[in-house]
Nanobody
Framework: QVQLVESGGGSVQAGGSLRLSCAAS????????MGWFRQAPGKEREGVAL???????IYADSVKGRFTISKDNAKNTLYLQMNSLKPEDTAMYYC????????????????WGQGTQVTVSS
């Protein structure tokens, strides 16, 4: 069982930055594919970014060039650096983990955090 706990959300003005963190309980953290998802009110959950066990990453088109996903295996922590934030980035952000990246991409990760709220004002 893996527990994921997000932090770092908050309220910022457009153009600002936030860094989200996701602390994982698993000592096998480096064997999991990890991802960030978000869900805005009235909208479906969408994938934001993913990072493989080897460090390869992919991003949603809407955040490319603005967001960076990274991880620190020694700290069992996943990060999402968000720059040049826009009001449309406002959502609850969740981290997720799975044995396979295909599972994460499909939005069917085995483990999910409780979410952290990001609000961007214009």
């Amino acid at each position: 069982q893996v527990q994921l706990v997000e932090s770092g959300g908050g309220s910022v003005q457009a153009g600002g930055s936030l860094r989200l963190s996701c602390a994982a309980s698993a000592y096998t953290f480096n064997t999991y594919c990890m991802g960030w998802f978000r869900q805005a009110p009235g909208k479906e959950r969408e994938g934001v970014a993913l990072i493989s066990t080897y460090g390869g990453s992919i991003y949603a088109d809407s955040v490319k060039g603005r967001f960076t996903i990274s991880k620190d295996n020694a700290k069992n922590t996943l990060y999402l650096q968000m720059n040049s934030l826009k009001p449309e980035d406002t959502a609850m952000y969740y981290c997720a983990a799975a044995d396979r990246c295909g599972t994460v991409v499909a939005g069917k990760a085995n483990y999910w955090g409780q979410g952290t709220q990001v609000t961007v004002s214009s």
